[in-house]
């Protein structure tokens, strides 16, 4: 019989059970729609592939139902036609393809598939392919529910009509078309379930595979990619969010054409890089800087840029890039320090910074006066060198030689010993606010020259000096880099501010000794002598970092906590407090104007009465520096500040015309309201400062028996007074101290007690040689304390206050409370030197001590250090004995001595 036959064209193929849908051409559709009017019942046709890249058909089709036909919506569009697959057919006749109609081709038909049963080993074999391949489909996901029924259906149904489930398996699961071709032409059941079975193996293999594939692709999703990806989407979203807020801000900045902020734009994180290419480019051809940049840049280009490594590498490069380095063209000799009026200039700096400290500032004129000449031989040095090469580059002006052109680039060397541009390094030594960080101000100011203070106050880490290693996690270069880069060029003046209080060995390394590398004139080159001749090997950058232009001036409290080599490679300069004379200069000349700068107001607005100044330094502040003087004043100026401020509100609302600042003095004094007054006089300050701080500390200071003032100076190196308090117990002869003491004190007590059982008698306080005074007549304890127990005290230097103090509680004779003293005592009688006399003589006038005992020895201290002014207000008893010091403090005449042999004490002792 023939059959109308439609050649599905290349890659088009129907199965049985399955069904397609595909264009057809004009002249077909109409043929489908005779075929279809022609119909009583479903129509069919042959659906017939044509074999690859010819114009064959296959030999085996299928019959195929007709379920629909669409007309196109254009008329140039083809017709769609919908074909379900039936039943196996073989072309019997001419298989040439037709494409443009349907014609009626003889076919035959296979016997029915009931009629030759398939071989059970080849229908369980198909079935187990099947459930093998359909359940790994549906572990994959996709379409898990069609899967799961064609499993069901593949397990219903019977064997008779397995193979027909074949057909409909392959169609459902897709198969190469050569495959499907094989199994179309194949009507044998049994041999078509093997086929089958081939095929879903073949595609199980396929689906493992690509299952894997896609596991391994996971996998190798490494944190990187999916950072990546995250990235990617953030950055979508960004975007997303910057394109709704650009909205917003074009309405809303349209009046005033801001153009948004630089944070907004990301494009500048390549800005970035470009600009530490380019900083690369400039650092000095064959320097070793380069050389680890230029490899660190090359690390950086082959790094992924999402990778944590690659921040690592951009930071690094980033900061030793922005360090300050030798360029092929930096300049020589800095041009400040060679002028001829270089040191007038500095001097004048200095005065107009800083009252008084004449001494410091002829110290620092000196050092200033090193630091110039050596810059002038290093300019010399230079010069020589430009004038035997004249063609040369601006590098021969430090020092190199020209290099030949035929020959590779030299690397750049540092200037010779001779041009070294660096001084010895200073170290103010003070009390709190005297001045110490504003004097490193002054110099940098006087040299021109960047300023940038170090903090060491509590560095308890080597770490912080010298940076981490690149290895640790959120590592970075030390305080000195740091600063480096701060001040952004080679010569900067670097403050190291209180290396007292620096934190000594411990198991973060000792940071005191990084600091000697910082600070070692000489020792440092050897890290690398063809480069630097001081160099610092910062752990982080890890390359030499040149110091030799560097200024380091240190600046500490005291020098008993500053470890010895540190110590040794500085020169100390004493800086003691202030007289109340100084004070008061200091207070109107600098610190008032700075303190009505701070709060707005000008000077005619705040007139502090010297009186009034004087007060507030005398019983407001006590320190031997500055700043809790101008604290006070600060608050005095803020106290006419506002009443300053209300006047002016007062006045501006009842005036009817101007507002002008510029007008105030008219209306101050057109102004119905109480005038302001600019002046501060001596009985304002209690209702503006309260209470003065040492109000009626004469009083509390009276003269009482076993107590006498001692003179000290304090961790922070003030001077002060301390009383020595005694008092008798009932006991049995034991001295006991007190008041946080250490071992050197102590013992000064014991001397004194000695001092004081050995002329018990010639003191009459008993009636024998023999007798212990702290067992006759009454058998008693005596204990010594020294107040502000919390504070740690130690030296020999109260050695004469406590025999003062013994002698005024056994003899019950009083030391007035104007009278101080510090020496220290020997077994033989001798009172010897002390340190700190300037600050223990300034803590004393200060507190309005007026005569002060000293040993003799210091006596030229109290003419070289001590202000005149306090000298003349002060009496100073230079003693040699304690003998004279008990008479000089009790007054000659009031303990009656008994008249003894004096070789006798010396032989008795
Ligand atoms: N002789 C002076 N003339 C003018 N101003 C001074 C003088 N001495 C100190 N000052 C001022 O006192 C304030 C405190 O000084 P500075 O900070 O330099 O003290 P310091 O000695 O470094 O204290 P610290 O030891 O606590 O660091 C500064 O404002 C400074 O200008």
Redesign the pocket.
């Known amino acids: 019989m023939s059959v109308p036959t439609l050649a599905l064209p290349y890659p088009l193929l129907l199965l049985p059970s399955a069904r397609v849908t595909l264009p057809i051409s004009q002249t077909q559709a109409e043929d489908v729609l005779e075929l279809v009017e022609a119909a009583t019942t479903q129509p069919s046709l042959a659906a017939v592939p044509v074999l690859r890249d010819t114009t064959t058909l296959n030999e085996w089709g299928v019959n195929a139902r007709i379920t629909r036909l669409v007309r196109p919506r254009r008329p140039t569009d083809p017709h769609m036609i919908t074909l379900q697959g039936f039943t196996r057919l073989r072309l019997t006749g001419d298989r040439a393809a037709d494409y443009d109609r349907l014609p009626l081709v003889p076919v035959a038909y296979p016997p029915s598939e009931s009629k030759s049963l398939p071989s059970t080993e080849a229908v369980n074999a198909f079935r187990s392919a099947c459930a093998a391949l359909l359940e790994r489909l549906a572990q994959s996901g996709r379409k898990r529910e069609t899967w799961a029924r064609l499993a069901t259906l593949v397990d219903e149904t019977e064997n008779a009509r397995a193979a027909g489930l074949a057909d409909l398996v392959v169609a459902a699961v897709g198969a190469d078309y050569e495959d499907k071709l094989i199994l179309l032409s194949t009507p044998n059941p049994t041999e078509r379930l093997h086929h089958a079975t081939t095929l879903l193996t073949k595609q199980l293999s396929i689906a493992e595979v690509t299952t894997k594939i896609a596991s391994a692709v996971d996998a190798s999703l490494s944190k990187q990619q999916k950072e990546l990806f995250l990235r990617q989407q953030l950055s979508a979203i960004q975007a997303e969010l910057q394109s709704l807020q650009g909205l917003g801000t074009s309405v809303a900045g349209a009046g005033n054409g801001e153009a948004g902020s630089e944070l907004d734009h990301d494009a500048e994180g390549e800005d970035e890089l470009a600009e530490v290419k380019r900083k690369i480019e400039a650092l000095a051809t064959g320097s070793e800087v380069r050389r680890v940049a230029v490899s660190e840049w090359r690390r950086l280009k082959r790094i992924t840029p999402q990778s944590a490594e690659h921040g690592v590498v951009r930071t690094y490069l980033e900061w030793l890039t922005s360090l300050p380095w030798p360029t092929d063209t930096s300049p020589s000799v800095d041009d400040t320090l060679t002028s001829r009026s270089f040191l007038k200039t500095a001097q004048a700096q200095l005065d107009a ?5 004449d001494t410091v500032k002829r110290r620092l004129i000196e050092y200033l006066a090193v630091v110039r000449l050596r810059a002038i031989q290093a300019r010399a040095t230079a010069d020589t060198f430009s004038e035997r090469d004249p063609g040369s580059s601006a590098l021969v002006k430090i020092g190199i030689p020209s290099p030949n052109a035929l020959k590779p680039p030299l690397p750049p060397k540092a200037p010779t010993h001779a041009s070294r541009v660096k001084g010895p390094i200073l170290l ?1 030594v ?10 490193g101000q002054s110099i940098a100011r006087a040299l021109q020259r960047p300023f940038q203070r170090i903090a060491l106050g509590g560095v308890r880490d080597e770490a912080e000096v010298r940076g981490h290693r690149r290895t640790y996690v959120a590592s970075g270069p030390g305080l000195v880099v740091q600063a480096m880069r701060k001040a952004g060029r080679m010569d900067p003046v670097v403050l190291l ?2 290396i007292d209080k620096v934190g000594h060995s411990n198991f973060h390394g000792d940071p005191a000794a990084a600091l000697l590398e910082v600070l070692d004139p000489e020792q440092n080159h050897t890290f690398n002598a063809s480069c630097f001749t001081t160099a610092l090997m910062d752990h982080y950058i890890n390359v030499p970092v040149d110091l030799s232009q560097v200024l380091f001036i240190c ?1 500490a ?1 005291t020098l008993d906590t500053i470890a010895a080599p540190l110590l040794d490679r500085c020169e100390v300069v004493h ?1 003691s407090g ?1 007289t109340y004379d ?1 004070k008061r200069h ?1 207070a109107r ?3 008032l104007p ?1 303190q009505l700068n701070a709060n707005g107001l000008a000077s005619e607005h705040v007139d502090i009465t010297e009186p009034a100044l004087l007060h507030v330094v005398t019983h407001y502040t006590r320190e031997a ?3 809790g003087l ?1 604290r006070t004043i600060g608050s005095i100026v803020r106290f006419k500040a506002v009443e300053w401020a209300e006047h002016l509100d007062e006045t501006l609302v009842s005036a009817t015309v101007p507002t002008s600042p510029l007008v105030t003095d008219h209306l101050v004094l057109t102004s119905k309201h109480k005038p302001y007054r600019a002046t501060v006089e001596e009985h304002e300050l209690e209702q503006i400062l309260g209470i003065g701080r040492w109000d009626g500390d004469q009083c509390e200071r009276e003269a009482r028996r076993g107590v006498v003032y001692g003179l000290v100076v304090t961790g ?1 190196g003030e001077g002060e007074i301390l009383p020595v308090e005694t008092i008798a117990v009932p006991g049995g002869g034991v001295l006991k101290l007190t008041g946080s003491l250490g071992a050197v004190i102590k013992e000064s007590g014991e001397l004194a007690l000695s001092w004081v059982k050995t002329h018990a008698y010639e003191l009459r306080v008993t009636g024998s040689r023999a007798h212990d005074p702290l067992r006759v007549p009454h058998a008693v304890d005596v204990h010594l304390h020294l107040p502000a127990g919390a504070q740690k005290k130690d030296g020999p230097s109260a050695g004469i206050a406590m025999v003062c103090a013994l002698v005024s509680l056994l003899t019950g004779a009083c030391v007035p409370a104007h009278v101080a003293m510090s020496g220290e005592i020997t077994l033989r009688e001798r009172v010897t030197p002390v340190g700190g006399i300037k600050e223990k003589v300034l803590g004393a006038h200060r507190a309005q001590i007026t005569k002060v005992i000293l040993p003799y020895a210091n006596r030229k201290d109290v003419e070289h250090d001590v202000p005149v002014e306090v000298r003349q207000s002060m009496q100073f008893v230079f003693v040699r004995t304690v003998r004279e010091a008990i008479d000089a403090a009790f007054g000659a005449g009031t303990l009656g001595w008994r008249s003894l042999g004096v070789d006798l004490v010396e032989s008795r002792l």
């Open positions: 910074d800083h009252f008084g400290l103010f003070g009390p709190p606010g005297t001045g110490k960080t504003s004097l501010d209180e600046t409290n800086i202030y100084e200091i000349r600098f610190l700075k520096g500055v700043r101008e922070t």
